[in-house]
């Protein structure tokens, strides 16, 4: 257990929904990494925060947005959803966020859109 | 940003032998990891490993980092080591960059 909790493990929704994933960071963590792990696209960057500001982002569509919270957990809001959007999607934290920290990621949350 | 090529991308061994799998990337990095991914699609940390040599189990991990790549050794092989293994890598951003993978199998 990476001590990362992520809900739901698994989500099915439709096409135009609107959902949102949630994150628990380690204990004493302060820095959360989202990422999605598609069949065609492997292991992508979304974006991270660091103590509840935004401190980089990667390839994250204009149609989902995350955010931290002040108790660090972290939601990852995913809207107007695609067939292509179905994927595994990944929280990850690390203590300082800095580039020499260890992430450890959580169980993951399966998104399926029909 | 920095690219991060991994070896083999396919791997079949039977249980009890031993395997290499490698990992190179084009720039200098803060941090390389490697993780397996199991059939259940969890990903477990198997080591931190920005520079030098490290151990665990049956485990063992070599990163050169001069030389930028990494070796991760699996001696003994299991059932239970099938999965995938990823190398992610971190420069002087933020971003942990993963490889595409090895897709290791072992069979009884």
């Known amino acids: 257990d990476s001590g990362v909790t992520q809900t739901p493990k698994h989500l099915i929704t439709a096409t135009g929904q609107r959902v949102t994933l949630r994150c628990s960071p380690r204990s004493g963590d302060l820095s959360v990494y989202w990422y999605q792990q598609s069949l065609d696209q492997g292991l992508q960057f979304l974006i991270q925060?660091?103590?509840?500001?935004?401190?980089a982002k990667g390839n994250i569509l204009e149609r989902f947005s995350a955010q931290q919270f002040p108790d660090l957990h972290s939601e990852l809001n995913l809207s107007s959803l695609e067939l292509g959007d179905s994927a595994l999607y990944f929280c990850a934290s690390s203590d300082t966020g800095g580039a020499n920290t260890e992430a450890f990621f959580g169980q993951g949350t399966r998104l399926t859109v029909v | 940003g920095i690219q991060v090529e991994q070896s083999p991308p396919d791997l079949i061994l039977q249980e009890g032998a031993n395997s290499t799998l490698r990992c190179n990337f084009s720039?200098?990095?803060?941090?390389l990891q490697w993780f397996h991914q199991n059939p259940w699609g969890q990903l477990i940390n198997l080591f931190y490993i920005p520079s030098g040599t490290k151990q665990n189990g049956r485990l063992s991990a070599t990163t050169v980092a001069t030389e930028r790549y990494s070796l991760l050794y699996i001696s003994s092989s299991q059932t239970t080591d099938s999965g995938v293994y990823f190398c992610?890598?971190?420069?002087?951003?933020?971003?942990?960059?993963f490889g595409k993978g090895t897709l290791l199998t072992v069979n009884p």
């Open positions: 992610a890598v971190r420069g002087s951003n933020y971003k942990l960059t």
């Open positions: 925060y660091y103590n509840g500001e935004e401190r």
């Open positions: 720039d200098s990095v803060n941090n």
